[in-house]
């Protein structure tokens, strides 16, 4: 009968038994030489750990740069955001401040034809432009601007009447 070797036998008795048999003499040996064989192998296996270590805190560095670049980033964004927002709030600020001023040069234009004879008030709106006129007879108190167009011709009075209602 021939005896078949598979394989896995072949690795267990050529390399497996072989190398496990010259690990437990040199290890003996060097054991009985002086030479503190148990220290040295945790030596090995604490620096073989601390580079496990190091690799995991080279991932968690690594990790927290990238999380880092993202928050300076999204800082930027902001920044530029707010920068925007700043100025778009001076624009309206001024916007605003040309918009008081108008309103105070209306209400000075205004009070002037309250204080001007209804007569010729109604002559000087009559030539204004309709837009101009509809928004100083806006302004005007009901008892001026009664008097305004009861000087005015029909048609005039009858279409800034129009204006003022739309």
């Given amino acids: 009968m021939t005896r078949v070797i598979n394989f896995f036998q072949w690795l267990i008795f050529v390399i497996i038994i072989p190398l496990f048999a010259l690990t437990i003499i040199a290890g003996s040996v060097l054991y009985f030489s002086g030479v503190d064989v148990i220290g040295k192998t945790k030596d090995i296996a604490e620096l073989l750990n601390g580079q496990e270590r190091i690799e995991k805190m080279q991932a968690i560095v690594d990790e927290t740069k990238d999380l880092l670049k993202e928050k300076v980033s999204n800082e930027q ?6 920068e925007d927002k700043n100025k778009e709030i001076k624009s309206l600020k001024e916007q605003l401040t040309v918009y008081e001023e108008h309103q ?29 006129a509809i928004d100083i007879l806006k302004g005007l108190k009901p008892e001026t601007l009664a008097k305004v167009f009861e000087n005015m011709e029909t048609s005039v009075a009858a279409d800034l009447t129009k204006g003022i209602t739309e």
């Fill in 77 to 82: 964004d902001l920044q530029k955001t707010i």
């Fill in 104 to 132: 105070k040069a209306n209400e000075d234009i205004i009070n002037s034809y309250e204080n001007m004879s209804p007569k010729k008030a109604a002559e000087i709106l009559a030539e204004l432009e309709r837009d101009q």
